[in-house]
């Protein structure tokens, strides 16, 4: 029981300074891309970290399998080149022994990780995507850089500040150019500008002082100027186009219930899915038979010499199972095989690599 703490103990640590090194490369990766998306007046700045966080169960449920891997890898990579596995079995400790004394950890992470992709990874991806519609039909002029053009609705409404107060409802020097249906356009100039909404209609408007208003049809000589001291104009929001719910964001349950009305594309995408979702906790029990099978190394070798050849056959693992959900969601393997061919082929070579491993060495 002593060894067996001292073993849950350090593999847990490299596995947590694993998870958290590669939290931090895919966080920091998707958070440039947003903050880039924030300075050309796509988002709110205010709006970023809760994007990140309704991101963070998507990041983690693949983090984890991962960070597992290498764990278990790095950590009796140790112990065999440091001849702590051979003083192990000497004292009786088997191999499988130890094997299971990792799976023991495998198995908690393996319950986390099904936790967030049955449950809780589908809830906030919806709640993502919900957020990013409402930045894209109510956000106008709090998502505006000063000094930034902000193209809207493809194209159909141009606005542009030099600057604003910090609580962004202050503009200054703005510029708004809008298309209209019939082929006109207007074009509105003014030295300042707020916003406010009206309590009864929830109507957004915009009140603009001291500027100019043209309107007219390019290529016609009938454009209107409009000179004006106060010019409150309502904000109109174009309805965004509410497609399909992604099928990210559908709950585990409704993708177990099979319904009936589901055409047999929409059918074959839901089953690709679940067996995702039910795929990657047991992808985080396969890697750890394989990062063990993997980890013996001969004294002289060190320990880091069987992380690439691991990696890549986990990386093909990995691989083998986007293909394989990728074909179901096609419609080109039937739903009711699932993703289990692979798995069973990856515990399959897990099982000979770890046979093997128990042979002498030779010499």
């Known amino acids: 029981m002593v060894t067996a703490r001292y073993a849950l103990r350090e593999l847990l640590s490299v ?50 399998p991962f960070a597992l891997f290498l764990a278990v890898l790095l950590t009796f990579s140790r112990w065999y080149a440091d001849s702590e596995m051979t003083v192990l079995v000497a004292a009786g400790a088997a191999p499988a022994r130890v094997l299971s004394w990792a799976m023991a950890c495998a198995l908690l992470i393996a319950a986390v990780v099904g936790l967030m992709s049955l449950l809780v990874t589908p809830k906030y991806a919806l709640a993502l995507d919900q957020a990013l519609i409402d930045q894209r039909e109510n956000r106008e002029f709090e998502a505006l850089t000063p000094g930034v053009f902000h193209s809207l609705y493809r194209g159909q409404r141009v606005t542009y500040t030099e600057s604003m107060d910090e609580d962004r409802q202050n503009l200054r020097n703005v510029f708004i150019g809008e298309r209209h249906k019939d082929g006109s356009r207007s074009t509105i100039w ?25 309107q007219g049809t390019p ?8 000179r004006f001291d106060r010019l409150s104009q309502r904000i109109e929001t174009p309805n ?10 559908v709950p585990t349950p409704l993708l177990m219930s099979g319904d009936g009305s589901l055409s047999l594309a929409r059918a074959a995408e839901y089953a690709a899915e679940l067996h ?13 038979l394989l990062a063990f099978a993997l980890s013996r190394v001969r004294p002289r070798e060190g320990r880091f010499a ?47 690599l770890f046979q093997r491993a128990q042979r002498p060495a030779a010499t």
């Open 15 to 64: 596995f947590l300074v694993v998870a958290v090194v590669l939290l931090l490369i895919g966080l920091g990766g998707r958070f440039v891309g947003y903050l880039q998306d924030a300075a050309l007046g796509k988002y709110a700045g205010d709006v970023l970290l809760t994007l990140i966080v309704f991101r963070l169960p998507e990041f983690l449920q693949l983090i984890f």
């Open 190 to 214: 003014a030295e300042s500008g707020s916003q406010f909404e009206d309590p009864v209609t929830g109507s957004r408007f915009l009140l603009l002082k001291n500027g100019r208003r043209y």
């Open 219 to 226: 290529g016609n000589g009938d454009y209107r100027v409009l």
């Open 240 to 249: 965004i186009e509410r497609r399909e719910a992604k099928i990210r964001t």
């Open 276 to 288: 995702w979702r039910i795929a990657l906790p047991l992808m985080t029990l396969v890697a750890t």
């Open 306 to 352: 069987r992380v690439l050849p691991a990696m890549g056959l986990f990386i093909l693992y990995y691989l083998c199972l986007l293909l394989l959900k990728q074909a179901i969601g096609d419609g080109q393997v039937p739903g009711a095989v699932g993703l289990w061919p692979v798995h069973l082929l990856f515990i399959a070579i897990g099982y000979v």
